[in-house]
Nanobody
């Protein structure tokens, strides 16, 4: 099996910064795409940023210029550097990965989520 474990959430004032980490472990052959999603109360889960194994990135318009996604392929870890945080960034942030296990087709996995709260 595969596990995704997130860390780095917390409470921060508006304008502050946080860095989220997500490490994948288990029976992993390769990981093509790693991404961060978020879900605020009453809202749908939305993709915040994504990164391929080759380093190509994509961001939601709401976070462009403020958030940076990166990954360490050797460690199967993805990061989300969040700067200039706003109260509307408050949400549970989830790590997502498209993982290929040996002998299996790629499957999608999710972390347990980490709370990010931005106070005004």
């Amino acid at each position: 099996q595969v596990q995704l474990v997130e860390s780095g959430g917390g409470l921060v004032q508006a304008g502050g910064s946080l860095r989220l980490s997500c490490a994948a472990s288990g029976s992993i052959f390769s990981i093509s795409v790693m991404a961060w999603y978020r879900q605020a109360p009453g809202n749908k889960r939305e993709q915040v940023a994504a990164i391929t194994s080759g380093g190509s990135t994509n961001y939601a318009d709401s976070v462009k210029g403020r958030f940076t996604i990166s990954r360490d392929n050797a460690k199967n870890t993805v990061y989300l550097q969040m700067n200039s945080l706003k109260p509307e960034d408050t949400a549970v942030y989830y790590c997502n990965a498209l993982v290929r296990r040996p002998g299996y087709r790629p499957s999608e996995y999710w972390g347990q989520g980490t709370q990010v709260t931005v106070s005004s």
